[in-house]
């Protein structure tokens, strides 16, 4: 498995980390909803988190 994030800046990283913990507690394979996700985290940042079909999962800060 891969993980692959884009963000913005070093500190972008633990907010980063907790939109994808947040994903991968909630998402089901199979559950109806979309492989992506936009999640937003309380310090105003906003990240689309997914999972691709291979299983890897991709974190990306929107500006």
């Not at 994808?20 to 909803?33: A, H, M, Q, V």
């Not at 992506?36 to 991709?58: A, L, M, R």
């Amino acid at each position: 498995m891969r993980i692959t994030m884009t963000v913005n800046s070093v500190q972008d990283i633990e907010s980063s980390i907790a939109a994808l913990r947040k994903f991968i507690s909630e998402k089901k394979p199979g559950d109806g909803t979309s492989d992506v996700w936009g999640i937003g985290i309380t310090d105003g940042t906003y990240f689309s988190v997914g999972v691709k079909p291979n299983g890897n999962y991709t974190v990306k800060q929107q500006d």
